[in-house]
């Protein structure tokens, strides 16, 4: 069978494992605030932020949907998946 | 009182339970009775006056010390720290489940080797598990925190 995405080929014939990237330090320059001042308007610790942005901790559905309306952007301009094999 | 106000009342009644932490300061009320506690017990072996009783209740005021620091809040407590929490549960309580399978074997091939003359084969008592089911509790959950900064 032919598929036309060739992630779904990947997907199939090697073990690939899906991880999230964030663009939330690029954001947060862009609005000039420190890491303690996005923590403070979402209502987490300046630690959470931290390891939010070296994607060691994922966010759940609220605080990604409390980061959107800080950052005024759809929750996917900021979190992304990544398929690695 | 109507059947959504009772399953509301429910729910909230269980998100406390759920929920409950003491405050941030049982912290360092916690740490300060095990530090007295561990230092009576120590102390305790070393003077001539033995008192099952006084162990008995020195045992238990540790395990208290030990489950207000487990209990109580950190400074800022959000969905991380939750997390954190839950993973440093799971962690004790299957590294608890297996000391309390292990040390018993553990502590027969000492006895053999050392030919004691207490019963080789015994149970551990309820204070052994507890204690080292929330040291591993506390312990992996400020490493976990630790690794996370």
């Known amino acids: 069978?032919?598929?036309a995405n060739g992630l779904h080929y990947v997907f199939l014939f090697s073990k690939t494992k899906t991880s999230m990237k964030n663009r939330i330090k690029v954001e947060r320059a862009i609005l000039d605030i420190t890491q303690e001042d996005l923590a403070k308007r979402i209502g987490v610790s300046r630690q959470t932020i931290n390891s939010i942005e070296k994607a060691r901790y994922v966010p759940s559905?609220?605080?990604a949907l409390k980061l959107s309306e800080v950052f005024k952007k759809p929750v996917n301009e900021f979190f992304f998946l990544e398929e690695t094999v | 009182m109507n059947t959504e106000t009772f399953c509301e009342?429910?729910?909230?009644?269980?998100?406390?339970?759920?929920n409950f932490k003491?405050?941030?300061?049982?912290?360092?009320?916690?740490?300060?009775?095990?530090?007295?506690?561990l230092l009576l017990l120590f102390s305790h072996k070393l003077m001539d006056f033995e008192s099952e009783t006084f162990r008995y209740i020195l045992q238990r005021?540790?395990?208290?010390?030990?489950?207000?620091?487990?209990?109580?809040k950190e400074k800022v407590e959000d969905e991380m720290i939750q997390s954190l929490r839950t993973q440093a549960f799971t962690i004790a309580f299957i590294a608890g489940v297996l000391y309390a399978l292990v040390q018993p074997l553990v502590n027969y091939m000492v006895f053999t080797v050392l030919q004691s003359e207490k019963e080789p084969l015994s149970d551990l008592g309820d204070f052994q598990v507890l204690w080292f089911l929330l040291t591993v509790y506390i312990?992996?959950?400020?490493?976990?925190?630790?690794?996370q900064a």
């Open chain 1, 1 to 3: 069978m032919v598929f």
């Open chain 2, 139 to 147: 312990m992996f959950f400020y490493f976990l925190k630790r690794r």
């Open chain 2, 9 to 18: 009342a429910e729910e909230r009644r269980l998100q406390k339970l759920k």
């Open chain 1, 61 to 63: 559905t609220v605080l």
């Open chain 2, 61 to 72: 005021t540790t395990l208290i010390g030990l489950l207000f620091v487990a209990l109580a």
């Open chain 2, 22 to 37: 003491l405050p941030n300061y049982f912290k360092k009320i916690g740490a300060i009775i095990v530090l007295l506690s």
